[in-house]
């Protein structure tokens, strides 16, 4: 008798307008969370992390929508180092200081897979491509992006790296101002196109532009409702399956096309064609990492050619070391007078171990403008962390605010200063990751970071500006609380900038 009156429920749902399916199934969800997840009183027990104060309901749009703010307030309502929220049915638990940290990195049964799964949803999910892969498809995807970045393949890929560099800022003009949050990070969208995906996509302008536009639509299109109600036909989810049904339709157009015609190009896609790898790996390979390297490194290049318009003397100390390597590894005769041809001369090694200041600049800007809030799942027994126990099943997230932006730290911590000493408290630097969840394609982000800055800082004279053209005051600052790409307020900062050289 229910089974044939949830089937009659389901038939008269699906028959209705969309409108209507909508508001029937809004209002479901209010009953049922109105009903399941009130105020939360705290008389758990000691061992228990405290729960944080008020509605479980009104957590869950903070989380989401203003990370930065929900975590630091959670911290200061609580006096506590770890809190416990709901996610709906899910227990969230926070933790931080230096034992949290030790704990949450270094526990091999909190699993980053299923944390993010549940609580980012940024990623486009294709079941079996980008999501629910069995652990040999997610060590095989692992152990291709080792293979795109041995020496051999990087050296092959720093002149069309520079060349995808000179094409882009060519199009900026001698002269102009534009926002750098958002050209910087087409040009690192597009470099990282060229690296992970395929010469027929990266040498389409027009294909390239409609993938970020694609993955944009991800970005806009993730809410709460998307990651915890997915069943849920809201317009946000409508938009983020229509945009994952074109980029995985892009990408395996170019997969099919390549396998089909036998075409041999010198590019990540034939790397992983010779391997013979399974059609879906392909996709999911070039699906998931376009959107994770393309967010991390775009985000750190507009903020480190950002603070460098703002601090003159690490702008002219890394213009200074470009032209050393410059001067130590001159071209051949026969190459181009271009920028970029004068930079392709110089050798992988040297960019990897001769640029001391472009680390330091790196290092500092991932410091400040990595919004990361690192996620896992408890897949193992109960344990423990300051006292506290983290039940089995339980999703666990650590803010690197609470060590990159710890005064105690890192003094000052809002000032951009990549100077400053080595902090020898474990895990005291999460730049890359840390404990068995490091940045496995740091090699390449690398790369990509100091060529793309060294043709901005000789292609071109520039500065940072606000709205009405003069030198913001105070300079603009990360906004942690944009958890993707951790832009300033638009409209606040901007780039002018004219040609230095004639030939990119």
């Given at each position: 008798?229910?089974?044939?009156?949830?089937?009659?429920?389901a038939?008269?749902?699906?028959?209705?307008?969309?409108?209507?399916?909508?508001?029937?199934?809004?209002?479901?969800?209010?009953?049922?969370?109105?009903?399941?997840?009130?105020s939360?009183?705290?008389?758990?027990?000691?061992?228990?992390?405290?729960?944080?104060?008020?509605?479980?309901?009104?957590?869950?749009?903070?989380?989401?929508?203003?990370?930065?703010?929900?975590?630091?307030?959670?911290?200061?309502?609580?006096?506590?180092?770890?809190?416990?929220?709901?996610?709906?049915?899910?227990?969230?638990?926070?933790?931080?200081?230096?034992?949290?940290?030790?704990?949450?990195?270094?526990?091999?049964?909190?699993?980053?897979?299923?944390?993010?799964?549940?609580?980012?949803g940024?990623?486009?999910?294709?079941?079996?491509?980008?999501?629910?892969?069995q652990?040999?498809q997610?060590?095989l995807?692992?152990?291709?992006?080792?293979?795109?970045?041995?020496?051999?393949?990087?050296?092959?890929?720093?002149?069309?790296i520079?060349?995808?560099?000179?094409?882009?800022?060519?199009?900026?003009?001698?002269?102009?101002?534009?926002?750098?949050?958002?050209?910087?990070?087409?040009?690192?969208?597009?470099?990282?196109?060229?690296?992970?995906a395929?010469?027929?996509?990266?040498?389409?302008?027009a294909?390239?532009?409609?993938?970020?536009?694609?993955?944009?639509?991800?970005?806009?299109?993730?809410?709460?409702?998307?990651?915890?109600?997915?069943?849920?036909?809201?317009?946000?989810l409508?938009?983020?399956?229509?945009?994952?049904?074109?980029?995985?339709?892009?990408?395996?157009?170019?997969?099919?096309?390549?396998?089909?015609?036998?075409?041999?190009?010198?590019?990540?896609?034939?790397?992983?064609?010779?391997?013979e790898?399974?059609?879906?790996?392909?996709?999911?390979?070039?699906?998931?990492?376009?959107?994770?390297?393309?967010?991390?490194?775009?985000t750190?290049?507009?903020?480190?050619?950002?603070?460098?318009?703002?601090?003159?003397?690490?702008?002219?100390?890394?213009i200074?070391?470009?032209?050393?390597?410059?001067?130590?590894?001159?071209?051949?005769?026969?190459?181009?007078?271009?920028?970029?041809?004068?930079?392709?001369?110089?050798?992988?090694?040297?960019?990897?171990t001769?640029?001391?200041?472009?680390?330091?600049?790196?290092?500092?800007?991932?410091?400040?403008a990595?919004?990361?809030?690192?996620?896992?799942?408890?897949?193992?027994?109960?344990?423990?962390?300051?006292?506290?126990?983290?039940?089995?099943?339980?999703?666990?997230?650590?803010?690197?605010?609470?060590?990159?932006?710890?005064?105690?730290?890192?003094?000052d911590?809002?000032?951009?200063?990549p100077?400053?000493?080595?902090?020898?408290?474990?895990?005291?630097?999460?730049?890359?990751g840390?404990?068995?969840?490091?940045c496995?394609?740091?090699r390449?982000?690398?790369?990509?970071?100091?060529?793309?800055?060294?043709?901005?800082?000789?292609?071109?004279?520039?500065?940072?500006?606000?709205?009405?053209?003069?030198?913001p005051?105070?300079?603009?600052?990360?906004n942690?609380?944009?958890?993707?790409?951790?832009?300033?307020?638009?409209?606040?900062?901007?780039?002018?900038?004219?040609?230095?050289?004639?030939?990119?």
């Open positions: 008798m229910y089974t044939v009156g949830l089937q009659s429920a038939d008269a749902f699906l028959l209705s307008s969309f409108k209507a399916q909508v508001v029937l199934a809004l209002f479901v969800l209010f009953v049922l969370l109105v009903l399941g997840h009130g939360h009183t705290d008389d758990s027990p000691n061992q228990t992390p405290v729960f944080l104060p008020g509605s479980q309901l009104l957590a869950i749009v903070p989380f989401f929508q203003r990370r930065f703010e929900f975590l630091n307030d959670g911290f200061r309502k609580t006096g506590q180092t770890l809190f416990q929220f709901n996610m709906l049915q899910e227990t969230v638990i926070v933790v931080s200081g230096e034992t949290g940290r030790k704990a949450f990195f270094s526990n091999r049964h909190f699993d980053l897979t299923e944390g993010f799964k549940v609580l980012s940024a990623i486009p999910v294709v079941r079996g491509v980008t999501s629910d892969l652990t040999n997610i060590a995807i692992h152990k291709r992006l080792c293979a795109v970045q041995k020496t051999d393949h990087l050296s092959q890929l720093i002149a069309p520079l060349e995808d560099c000179r094409r882009v800022m060519d199009s900026w003009g001698a002269s102009g101002k534009f926002d750098p949050f958002e050209k910087i990070y087409e040009l690192l969208f597009q470099t990282t196109v060229r690296c992970i395929s010469e027929e996509i990266a040498s389409d302008p294909l390239v532009a409609r993938l970020k536009t694609l993955y944009d639509t991800l970005d806009s299109g993730t809410t709460p409702a998307t990651v915890l109600l997915p069943w849920l036909p809201g317009p946000s409508l938009k983020k399956l229509w945009a994952t049904k074109q980029v995985y339709d892009i990408v395996a157009h170019a997969v099919d096309t390549r396998v089909q015609s036998g075409e041999f190009r010198n590019d990540t896609l034939q790397m992983l064609v010779d391997a790898d399974e059609r879906l790996v392909m996709i999911g390979f070039i699906m998931g990492l376009l959107v994770a390297g393309a967010r991390a490194t775009g750190t290049a507009s903020w480190l050619i950002t603070f460098l318009g703002n601090t003159p003397e690490w702008k002219d100390k890394a200074l070391e470009v032209e050393q390597l410059l001067a130590t590894y001159p071209p051949q005769a026969a190459q181009s007078s271009s920028l970029s041809s004068h930079l392709a001369s110089i050798p992988l090694e040297a960019w990897e001769e640029t001391p200041v472009l680390e330091a600049l790196i290092h500092e800007t991932l410091r400040i990595q919004p990361h809030t690192a996620m896992r799942r408890n897949l193992g027994p109960d344990t423990v962390i300051d006292s506290k126990t983290i039940p089995s099943g339980a999703y666990v997230v650590y803010p690197f605010s609470d060590v990159h932006l710890n005064p105690e730290l890192y003094p911590p809002w000032r951009f200063d100077s400053r000493e080595e902090v020898k408290t474990p895990f005291g630097y999460l730049g890359w840390g404990g068995k969840t490091v496995l394609g740091q390449l982000a690398r790369l990509e970071l100091k060529l793309i800055t060294s043709m901005i800082l000789l292609g071109f004279r520039y500065s940072i500006v606000d709205s009405n053209g003069d030198r005051d105070p300079p603009p600052q990360p942690w609380n944009d958890h993707l790409l951790c832009r300033p307020e638009k409209g606040t900062c901007y780039l002018t900038h004219e040609k230095a050289m004639l030939l990119l």
